[in-house]
């Protein structure tokens, strides 16, 4: 009797309770950001005299006047657009919206993702040999490329180039035939979302998706599918949402790709190719040892990993001549075993027994390391994120991903110069008691790559959102320190890094005050 | 930049499968036997366990990292049996774990890792035959990163555990036990507010951990004291992504693997001993460990019984 009264409470009590914790563990749902419309503040009439970074000028590229709005080809594609629009199904209605959030804004967030995607270092083969990513083969494994941070700094920069370029050269063409919105042309059109005084020939979203998928089709070659794919839904999105008609979308796309052709023109000559030149090491070892770095770095791997891009700091730089990278090369750091040395190796040591949570917190938050998007990409996200709240047109978004974009290959252009000048050993092949949290890099110490473009970074958007630029700054100098507590770095190769990115973001941030745009 | 975790073998499934899912299978009294302590009486046990890989399944493919070595988790564990009435036990358990490679420069992890409870209840008791319902829930109780693995001493997640549990023995002592279960596990969050999975960047730092399940079997013999035990164990998600390649492991992996295992306990009265070996035989996205525990174990009477008086 006793026994079936418990068995009553034990089924009534208990199982409820258990289900109620199952039932609240079941949700997986992750809450990411959502995007949101757009809504630009400005149409940035002007934005046709805007400088470009690659064309002579916004009407480099020729696109042809458009049929009259009177004309009979017009009126039949509005009529075909309005039908589109009246038949638009449900998860058409959501691409609409999510390429509604912008188009920079989304093409930078999938070069981010797909540099995520691409970052893992070649494994090692059964010799001890690390097996080069093959352009011409890149889903074999090892997969090309290997998107580092040199490597996601540079398609990033080209990617917002072409787009800033690009949308120069199309507002520019906007406004000279200044064709209005379809829904302005015809009442009956019921545009899906908001419409604006800006003209829509050539497309805008057209303009950046071709002018995207060109560059991203070079950088990432294994992703053609996917990116085709994408850019079909982008064009189609504007016309499911009744915001261009065919025509404003082809003449886009054609700009789009033209522009884009030039760019990737620079990107063939930009030194790239000859950035992996691992037979110029024994050179600049013996430069290093001459200049004092007692002992030069080792790869602390096993088999040891040849350096990533010993020659990237000969890659030509946006914002200044390759003259320049070396006159902007820091000092050389302390020596090896001196006082100055000590003190920064006892602040490792001491990190590396004790590390804090708080300091691991701040180490993983910016470690963006293997299979993320990289320094570069965290900067690009938030570059793009202030865009969106601040209500930038594509076209000033755009610019001001362009001169981030710059400065973030600048800054990875000058801190590889300087690290393969000085061939500074990373402070766990000083002493083996120091190991990271966070992953260690396979190239020298000095200066430290996320400060470098960290420093960048902040000097041009703090420049572009000066309201922001308290929070930039500390942003900036977190994501340096962060590599100390994440037992990779001095404190002097963060420091000098910090520094120097602020000086290479200034040379962003004095085109960016003459390019037309303020 | 900081490229090259490359390495980060990952053995943690086979940890969690021997840990936080079907938790503490050090002991006694344990959330997955037909075995209860009687009321009134309970059993404290500490054990401490060795579990290493110098192999692990990256995705499906067993290959060693020289910048790993042999990765070695240690585990302190203590752990009660408490016999509330006679069909129904609760068991407590909280391991100390520590974390660390022999090559490499990945950095030891260690702490507290998650507090689990059970309550195991035998519905059903005839000639030798038990059916027996498990509930088991786990909370972390330290703050330890769960996204540095394999290094990570566990994935943050609270769990909540069903497992139904059938057993016969044998007047002879000869024992079987066969059990399921289903373990849902809570979303995460890390330090970092971006991460890959399944090809996908997400924006957040919130990520979805797949649920797992489990099946054992069992063949033993308990009597007088002395229980031997051989089984295999399969333990998977449900649903997940797989390492990347050269890529470090992820606690969305569906991590998967199937193992043999012997487990020994000797306690002629209120003091015993325990041990246990477990080894696994095939899996993905874990490590092709090897563990080793053995424990000491105390049974004692908290309350009055009350039939003897």
């Not at chain 1, 978004?397 to 252009?413: H, K, P, Y």
């Not at chain 1, 602020?502 to 962003?508: E, P």
């Not at chain 2, 477990?278 to 525990?293: A, F, M, P, W």
Request: include cysteine; aromatic fraction near 10%; glycine fraction near 6%.
């Amino acid at each position: 009797m006793k026994n079936n009264n418990f068995k009553i409470a034990w089924k009534a009590l208990f199982f409820p309770a258990i289900l109620s914790v199952l039932t609240t563990s079941c949700n997986k749902t992750v809450d990411e950001p959502d995007a949101g419309i757009s809504s630009p503040s400005s149409l940035d009439e002007k934005a046709g005299t805007w400088k470009p970074y690659i064309l002579a000028s916004s009407d480099d590229i020729n696109v042809p006047a458009p049929e009259a709005a009177s004309s009979e080809y017009y009126k039949t594609e509005l009529k075909k657009l309005k039908e589109q629009v009246d038949a638009i199904a449900p998860v058409q209605r959501e691409k609409v919206n999510y390429w509604a959030a912008g188009a920079v804004y989304r093409w930078n967030e999938i070069g981010r993702e797909l540099a995520a995607r691409y970052n893992t270092p070649p494994a090692s083969n059964a010799d001890g040999k690390y097996p080069l990513p093959d352009a011409a083969n890149p889903l074999a494994d090892p997969k090309f490329p290997f998107a580092n941070p040199p490597y996601t700094a540079r398609a990033l920069a080209y990617l917002s180039v072409a787009q800033y370029d690009a949308l120069v050269s199309a507002w520019n063409y906007k406004f000279k035939y200044n064709r209005k919105a379809p829904s302005k042309n015809d009442e009956a059109i019921k545009s899906i979302l908001p419409v604006t005084d800006l003209p829509s020939y050539p497309s805008e979203d057209a303009v950046v998706a071709e002018a995207s998928v060109t560059v991203l089709k070079a950088m990432f070659p294994g992703e053609v599918p996917y990116l085709e794919e994408k850019l079909a839904e982008h064009k189609n999105s504007r016309m499911w949402a009744g915001m261009n008609v065919e025509s404003d979308i082809k003449a886009g796309a054609d700009l789009g790709k033209a522009v884009a052709a030039k760019v990737m023109a620079r990107a063939k000559t930009d030194g790239m190719s000859a950035a992996n030149n691992q037979a110029k090491t024994a050179e600049m070892i013996a430069t290093a040892k001459s200049i004092g770095t007692t002992v030069p770095w080792v790869s602390q791997e096993f088999p040891p990993r040849p350096p990533m891009l010993p020659t990237y700091g000969f890659v030509l730089p946006w914002n200044f001549s390759a003259e320049t990278v070396p006159t902007l090369r820091p000092g050389p750091p302390p020596a090896l075993g001196s006082a100055e040395f000590k003190k920064n190796m006892d602040e490792l040591l001491d990190i590396a027994a004790n590390q804090t949570r708080e300091q691991a917190r701040v180490a993983n938050f910016w470690s963006d390391g293997v299979g993320s998007y990289t320094p570069p990409g965290h900067w690009h996200r938030k570059g793009a994120n202030l865009c969106k709240e601040n209500n930038f047109s594509e076209v000033r978004t755009a610019r001001t991903l362009a001169l981030l974009g710059t400065t973030m290959q600048d800054a990875g252009i000058c801190c590889w110069d300087a690290k393969y000048y000085y061939y500074y050993p990373r402070p766990n092949q000083v002493s083996k008691r120091i190991k990271t949290s966070v992953g260690l890099p396979n190239f020298p110490s000095y200066t430290s790559g996320h400060s470098t473009f960290s420093g960048a970074a902040a000097e041009l958007l703090a420049y572009i959102f000066p309201n922001e630029k308290q929070a930039l700054d500390a942003m900036a100098a977190e994501a340096s320190v962060s590599r100390i507590y994440g037992l990779i770095h001095y404190r002097f190769d963060c420091e000098a890094g910090l520094e120097g990115g602020h000086k290479i973001g200034s040379f962003a941030v004095e085109r960016a005050k003459k390019d037309g745009a303020q | 930049m900081l490229h090259r975790l490359q390495k980060r073998g990952n053995r943690l499934a086979a940890l969690l499968a021997i840990l936080c899912c079907t938790a503490s299978q050090v002991f006694a009294q344990m959330p997955n036997d037909a075995i209860y302590m009687a009321k009134g009486t309970a059993c404290l046990a500490v054990s401490y366990t060795h579990s290493s890989w110098d192999k692990y399944w990256e995705n499906t493919l067993l290959r060693e990292n020289l910048n790993i070595g042999t990765h070695t988790t240690h585990i302190v564990m203590p752990m009660l049996a408490v016999g509330i009435v006679k069909n129904l036990n609760v068991i407590v358990a909280m391991p100390y774990m520590r974390t660390e490679t022999s090559a490499g420069n990945l950095r030891w992890q260690k702490g507290f890792q998650d507090a689990s409870g059970w309550l195991k209840y035998r519905f059903l008791n005839k000639s030798g035959l038990s059916l027996n319902a498990i509930v088991g829930a786990s909370l972390p109780v330290t703050n330890y990163v769960p996204d540095f693995m394999p290094m990570s001493i566990g994935m943050q997640c609270k769990t909540a555990t069903g497992r139904l549990l059938a057993s016969y023995r044998h007047k002879s002592g000869v024992y079987l036990t066969a059990s399921g279960s289903y373990i849902l596990r809570s979303k995460i969050r890390l330090d970092r507010d971006s991460y890959q999975s399944d090809g996908k960047l997400y924006n957040t730092n919130q990520v979805a951990v797949p649920n797992a399940y489990d099946a054992a079997a069992r063949l033993g013999y308990l009597k007088h004291g002395l229980q031997a035990e051989g089984y295999v164990e399969h333990g998977a998600c449900d649903g997940g992504d797989n390492i990347r390649r050269n890529d470090m492991p992820f606690p969305t992996n569906n991590m998967k693997s199937t193992s043999l295992g012997f487990y020994a306990k000797f306690q002629p009265k209120n003091l015993g001993i325990n041990a246990r070996a477990v080894y696994v035989l095939n899996g993905s996205n874990v490590g092709k460990s090897t563990t080793y525990s053995a424990g000491i174990l105390y049974q004692f009477r908290y309350a009055k019984d009350k039939s003897k008086q």
